[in-house]
């Protein structure tokens, strides 16, 4: 049994208000699979780059006991390349510039290896590409997650809704949901993305926490108030790695299972944002992610008396 992450590797330039860095490692893949990798030991990648990605950044991720037999490198092309800047509430941010590079046709091979897959994460990606993911598998998953953003609605929206109906769970941030729903309640905006095929739906409020729509009940999850943010870039992605990372580790998939997966989700999203790119990610232990679940679990424990 495998966790499979299919979604971009990057190089991106950031700033936020407290800094600027250039072409550091990202991308939806990196961020996913280090998270996810806390949780489950066979976490196998597949994703593209090219000739300027600092290829000591895979070993890296071996470290991590990450499989990249999905790795695909392209030397006569640049990997994929995004930059973005942040607002002063670090909530919002604009993207400067997306150059998709080698992702622009990559065709996602499947290692004859990584059949054995029971949970897959379709990071963020071309639908299209995400979808031919999920075709090649010779089973289908136990459970699909998948995650998006505003590009692909912009531009790529009936693919979108195509792979959308594939998934069983759907992980976007609030400005998406309302963006894909047109719908400004999100518990409206909730029940129109239902309709269009997964059974969950996760609604991601950066600071403001978290929300889990499916089997007609709701949970909440709290955001950590932390005291330095220093960059969201990739919070999204290591929230879903940490998520289905989790659930791999329980094997079972329900409700009470997933509200605890959203915990360990928003937790390691926690560690990414208090450095640039994939830095924090790198070197967790388990007793830090252990203390940060239970600050959870005191953030939001009451007792009606
Ligand atoms: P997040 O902050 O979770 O939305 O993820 C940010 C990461 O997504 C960055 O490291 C980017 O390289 C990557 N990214 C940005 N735009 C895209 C896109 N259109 N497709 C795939 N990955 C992207």
Redesign the pocket.
């Known amino acids: 049994m495998s966790v499979i992450v299919i979604?971009?590797v990057?190089l991106?330039d950031i700033e936020t208000p407290f800094g600027k860095v250039e072409k550091i490692v990202?991308?939806?893949a990196p961020?996913a699979c280090l998270a996810a990798s806390y949780f489950y030991d066979k976490v196998k990648l597949v994703a593209i780059i090219g000739a300027n990605f600092p290829k000591q950044e895979i070993d890296v991720w071996q470290h991590h006991h990450i499989n990249t037999e999905g790795l695909q490198i392209d030397e006569t092309r640049q990997s994929?390349y995004?930059s973005g800047k942040y607002h002063i509430d670090m909530n919002s941010r604009d993207?400067l510039e997306?150059g998709l590079n080698v992702?622009e046709d990559f065709d996602p091979i499947i290692p004859a290896s990584y059949q054995d897959c029971e949970f897959l994460l379709l990071a963020?990606?071309a639908p299209t590409t995400q979808q031919t993911a999920i075709k090649r598998l010779h089973k289908r998953p136990k459970l699909i997650v998948m995650d998006t953003?505003n590009?692909?609605m912009d531009i790529a929206l009936d693919d979108l809704l195509e792979t959308i109906r594939m998934v069983d769970v759907l992980t976007i941030n609030d400005a998406e949901a309302r963006q894909l729903s047109g719908e400004y309640s999100l518990v409206k905006a909730a029940k129109k993305i239902l309709n269009m095929g997964p059974k969950y739906l996760i609604i991601k409020k950066g600071e403001h926490g978290a929300l889990l729509f499916g089997d007609d009940l709701i949970f909440s999850a709290p955001a950590l108030p932390l005291a330095d943010v220093f960059d969201?870039?990739?919070?999204?992605?290591t929230f879903a790695g940490g998520f289905i990372g989790y659930l791999a580790k329980v094997g079972t998939v329900n409700f009470t299972n997933m509200k605890n997966a959203v915990i360990y989700g928003s937790a390691l999203a926690s560690f990414c944002v208090e450095k640039f790119g994939t830095e924090k990610l790198k070197n967790l232990t388990e007793e830090e992610i252990a203390a940060r679940v239970q600050q959870f679990v005191s953030l939001s424990k009451f007792e009606i008396i």
């Open positions: 979604g971009s990057a991106d990202g991308g939806a961020f994929f995004w993207t997306t992702l963020n990606l953003m590009f692909w969201p870039t990739g919070a999204g992605d």
